[in-house]
């Protein structure tokens, strides 16, 4: 999940928002694109070869990219000003060919969010280098920009997906420590993961809990 920026700029309006969504769009897809790689290459360490067979340990967005979730859908919210929700395809994972399977599990859900907290605080360090040059002309404009939005979009990616929802990471995670039979009862509730997003996306409930946690880690990076 990542949220639209504000503020004005001395741009046109046309090339001020097209600038805009591609400072949002190349973190976004790179964010999205390692956060599902390392949930196929962790899942590989611990045994399972099916995302390598299908082709999904490459980091070309375009064997990552759902046409709806990583490009329409984050365009149209993005246009309405409203908080930006984006998915990628997920890579597949047979938690069944772990081992040992519930270390894997948790493991594989995990490697998502923690890399995008690592890309966060890889783009904190490269905006500081960037703050103390002297650059011009559109850089001084883009450069800054991108890399804010990269930390961004990869705490929110990270916060959000751990979040302990299925079938959200957080949610992995939590069925993988949980003794047997409260995760498959657990389990069951992952029929409901949809709704339950939608109503903390799009309700105060939101912005009441998750955002000063992101806002937070924000500040403390940049």
Known sequence: MLAAPGGTTDLGNTQAFV????VWAVPTILAIVFHEVMHGRIALAFGDETAARAGRL???????????????????????????????KPVPVDFRRLNPRRLGMVAVAAAGPLTNFALAGASAIVFKFVSTLSL?????YILP????????????????????????????VVAGIMPAALARAYAKLERFGFLLLMLLLYTDWFEAMIYPVIRAIIRALL
Do not use: K
Not at 145 to 169: C, I
């Open 145 to 172: 920009r991108l890399l804010q939005a990269s930390v961004a979009v990869n705490v929110m990616l990270g916060v959000f997906n751990l979040l302990p929802l299925l079938p959200l990471d957080g949610g992995r």
């Open 136 to 140: 011009s002309g559109m850089a001084a």
């Open 19 to 22: 600038i805009t969504l591609l």
């Open 58 to 88: 490459t980091f070309n967005p375009l064997y990552h990219i759902d046409p709806i979730g990583t490009i329409a859908l984050p365009a149209l919210l993005l246009f309405l000003h409203l908080p930006v929700f984006g998915y990628a």
